[in-house]
Structures are given as structure tokens and as C-alpha cells.
């Protein structure tokens, strides 16, 4: 447990990204969009990620890599490169209480199930977590290999070759808070419920044929996210990205990486960027 401990960590603040709302907006299948016009000197770039997948799996197209090349900025959900944010996000993995403490009799044996169905695990190994970080490492778990990659931290990797700025369009801490009124613990154990290898294949099918529609068909689950939780965890984040992305552009060129989720819907960040009056057209392979 302990050995795989810092990779849990660092995916624990993406992993509910996973989860999205059915959108009525349809988009072309692409995970790579353009951002211009509306005054803009270059123009920018929006990639939607999965957060974790298998290295068989994991591929980084010359389209991306290509508009990558051309921005003089990254900017991630958060800074995963500054060590402070990263430290936060750590922390916040283990939770202030031991779940045996926290959760009642019904919650405790519900979990205990979801454990022994995945890998044989025990409540006592996971005690010292929060429910989001075993989330975390069932999702891990799902994908059913050792060599799991990261598309934000290859895009850091690559950033800090090229002396690329890094940003975050949130806070950590201010991430974390919001992660936190999300789900309910009732919520949270009926959504680790659902995760099971057939979950993982097919994002990954959806994810690398680019289906951005699909993708959001495939996980759209009322029993998963009720309409409170979607607008605190999508859209209301998106909108307040909206409020910082301008002036960002209007700077430099920007290569923006986010979940795949926030992409698409009517308050999905690409319809946002049109209504704000840009160009959003989708690179295609």
C-alpha cells in the first residue's frame, strides 16, 4: 500500500472528472480544440484528458504534441509542479479521522464489500483514507495494470523541458473544498460501487477513439451524480474558469489541459468559449 501511496495522492484531486452530466450541446469527436479570434495575437489550444490509463494505451498524437509546441504557457487544472499544491493534495488524502470512526455501522460494512470485491482489500488498510482517495485507488485498481500514465504529468514533464510557465486555474485547497461539498458518504460508497473493470474499458475505448459525446453518454448514471453535484463539480467550475482564461489568452498563447468532462454541454468550457464570442473549432487527427 504504501508503495503506490504517492501515485493515489496525485490522482486523488482529478479522479471525479471521470463523472459527467449528458449535455443537449453536440461536438465533433475531438479531444483538441483551438481557441482564437475575439482580439487574440496566436491562438490558444483546449485538450481534454482522461486522468489515468494504461501505458499500452497511452498516446500522445502528433496534433497534440504540435499545439503544444506553439504555446508559451500550460495550464492545468492545478499546478501539480508547484511542490506546496502538491503537498496539499497529499495531505488531503488521508483523512482527519479514521473511516471507522466516521462512518456508521451500514456505511462501514457497504465499504468493507466494495474492498473484498476489489483485490481483497481490508477496511483496516484503508482507515487512515478518505473516501475519495479509495476512490482513487479503485479506479487505479479498474484499469488492471502496473504501468499507469498520467496526462498531466507528461504535459508538466514536457513544460518544464521547454521552460514552459505552469499555471493552475484553481487552487488546490480551493479544489479540495469543492470535492468535499460534492457527494454525500452515502454518495460516495454508492459510486465506488460502480466501478469495476467494464467501466475502465469502456472509457478508455471512448476516450482514445476521441468520442467526446460518447464519453459523456457512457457516464452519465443519475445513481452517480444527482443535478447539486454536477453543477458544483462541472459546471460551476467551468464558468469561473471562463472568468480567468481571457485575460490569460489575451497574454500569451495557452495550452489549456482539463478532464475530458469539462469539455462538452451547454456550460461544457467549449460552448462557453463560443458564447463568450471566440473561435473553438476541434484539431482533428
Same mark, same amino acid.
Given at each position: 500500500?504504501?508503495?503506490?501511496?504517492?501515485?493515489?495522492?496525485?490522482?486523488?484531486?482529478?479522479?471525479?472528472?471521470?463523472?459527467?452530466?449528458?449535455?443537449?450541446?453536440?461536438?465533433?469527436?475531438?479531444?483538441?480544440?483551438?481557441?482564437?479570434?475575439?482580439?487574440?495575437?496566436?491562438?490558444?489550444?483546449?485538450? #481534454?484528458?482522461?486522468?489515468?490509463?494504461?501505458?499500452?494505451?497511452?498516446?500522445?498524437?502528433?496534433?497534440?504534441?504540435?499545439?503544444?509546441?506553439?504555446?508559451?504557457?500550460?495550464?492545468?487544472?492545478?499546478?501539480?509542479?508547484?511542490?506546496?499544491?502538491?503537498?496539499?493534495?497529499?495531505?488531503?488524502?488521508? #483523512?482527519?479521522?479514521?473511516?471507522?470512526?466516521?462512518?456508521?455501522?451500514?456505511?462501514?460494512?457497504?465499504?468493507?464489500?466494495?474492498?473484498?470485491?476489489?483485490?481483497?482489500?481490508?477496511?483496516?488498510?484503508?482507515?487512515?483514507?478518505?473516501?475519495?482517495?479509495?476512490?482513487?485507488?479503485?479506479?487505479?485498481?479498474?484499469?488492471?495494470?502496473? &504501468?499507469?500514465?498520467?496526462?498531466?504529468?507528461?504535459?508538466?514533464?514536457?513544460?518544464?523541458?521547454?521552460?514552459?510557465?505552469?499555471?493552475?486555474? @484553481?487552487?488546490?485547497?480551493?479544489? /479540495?473544498?469543492?470535492?468535499?461539498?460534492?457527494?454525500?458518504? &452515502? @454518495?460516495?460508497?454508492?459510486?465506488?460501487?460502480?466501478?469495476?473493470?467494464?467501466?475502465? &474499458?469502456?472509457?478508455?475505448? @471512448?476516450?482514445?477513439?476521441?468520442?467526446?459525446?460518447?464519453?459523456?453518454?457512457?457516464?452519465? &448514471?443519475?445513481?452517480?451524480?444527482?443535478?447539486?453535484?454536477? @453543477?458544483?463539480? /462541472?459546471?460551476?467550475?467551468?464558468?469561473?474558469?471562463?472568468?480567468?482564461?481571457?485575460?490569460?489568452?489575451?497574454?500569451?498563447?495557452?495550452?489549456?489541459?482539463?478532464?475530458?468532462?469539462?469539455?462538452?454541454?451547454?456550460?461544457?468550457?467549449?460552448?462557453?468559449?463560443?458564447?463568450? #464570442?471566440?473561435?473553438?473549432?476541434?484539431?482533428?487527427?
Amino acid at each position: 500500500m504504501k508503495n503506490v501511496f504517492k501515485s493515489i495522492a496525485a490522482v486523488a484531486i482529478f479522479v471525479f472528472n471521470l463523472s459527467v452530466n449528458a449535455q443537449t450541446q453536440k461536438n465533433e469527436n475531438s479531444v483538441l480544440w483551438e481557441v482564437s479570434g475575439k482580439g487574440l495575437a496566436k491562438p490558444s489550444y483546449l485538450f #481534454g484528458t482522461i486522468h489515468m490509463i494504461c501505458g499500452k494505451d497511452f498516446v500522445m498524437k502528433p496534433k497534440a504534441a504540435d499545439a503544444f509546441s506553439k504555446t508559451s504557457k500550460l495550464a492545468l487544472e492545478i499546478n501539480m509542479g508547484d511542490a506546496e499544491e502538491l503537498k496539499i493534495v497529499q495531505q488531503a488524502a488521508m #483523512g482527519k479521522e479514521p473511516l471507522s470512526k466516521t462512518l456508521s455501522p451500514k456505511q462501514i460494512a457497504q465499504l468493507e464489500e466494495v474492498l473484498k470485491n476489489n483485490g481483497g482489500l481490508t477496511l483496516t488498510q484503508v482507515d487512515s483514507y478518505t473516501l475519495e482517495t479509495i476512490m482513487s485507488l479503485l479506479f487505479m485498481k479498474s484499469f488492471g495494470c502496473a &504501468d499507469l500514465k498520467f496526462y498531466e504529468m507528461e504535459f508538466l514533464a514536457k513544460a518544464k523541458e521547454s521552460n514552459k510557465s505552469i499555471v493552475g486555474l @484553481e487552487k488546490a485547497a480551493q479544489q /479540495l473544498d469543492i470535492l468535499g461539498k460534492s457527494f454525500t458518504d &452515502d @454518495e460516495l460508497i454508492a459510486y465506488l460501487q460502480k466501478i469495476d473493470t467494464n467501466m475502465a &474499458d469502456t472509457m478508455i475505448k @471512448e476516450y482514445t477513439s476521441e468520442d467526446i459525446n460518447g464519453l459523456y453518454a457512457m457516464t452519465t &448514471d443519475k445513481e452517480l451524480m444527482s443535478t447539486s453535484t454536477k @453543477e458544483t463539480l /462541472l459546471d460551476d467550475r467551468n464558468v469561473n474558469w471562463l472568468k480567468i482564461m481571457p485575460e490569460m489568452m489575451q497574454k500569451e498563447s495557452v495550452f489549456f489541459a482539463v478532464g475530458a468532462a469539462h469539455l462538452a454541454g451547454d456550460l461544457g468550457v467549449i460552448n462557453l468559449l463560443k458564447k463568450a #464570442g471566440y473561435t473553438v473549432k476541434p484539431i482533428m487527427n
